[in-house]
């Protein structure tokens, strides 16, 4: 039987995932992705990253730079994911 979220819990969920997916891109490529290859990876849409990113922003986590493309800029990494 699966355990439904909650909204809160999904909500946290996905921005964990929004932040994880940001600094394996930017390990991988040396910059931050656009908020549409964020969208495309998450499964989400441009909005609900808007949502992530301002949630991350207000946290701490990130830094972005209003009106500038691939302006994010990581201050702390997304704790390890836990296997098995």
Same mark, same amino acid.
């Given at each position: 039987m699966s355990k439904r979220l909650s909204v809160r819990q999904a909500t946290e969920a996905m921005m964990l995932g929004v932040w994880r997916f940001i600094a394996?891109?930017?390990?991988?490529?040396?910059?931050?992705?656009?908020l549409r290859q964020i969208a495309q !990876?998450?499964?989400t849409s441009h909005g609900?990253? /808007?949502r992530y990113l301002d949630l991350l922003e207000a946290r701490g986590?990130?830094?972005r730079e209003m009106g500038q493309a691939r !302006?994010?800029?990581l201050l702390k990494r997304p704790? /390890?994911?836990k296997q098995g």
């Open positions: 394996v891109f930017i390990d991988e490529h040396g910059y931050a992705p656009s !990876a998450c499964f609900n990253v /808007v986590v990130i830094e !302006a994010l800029r704790p /390890v994911e």
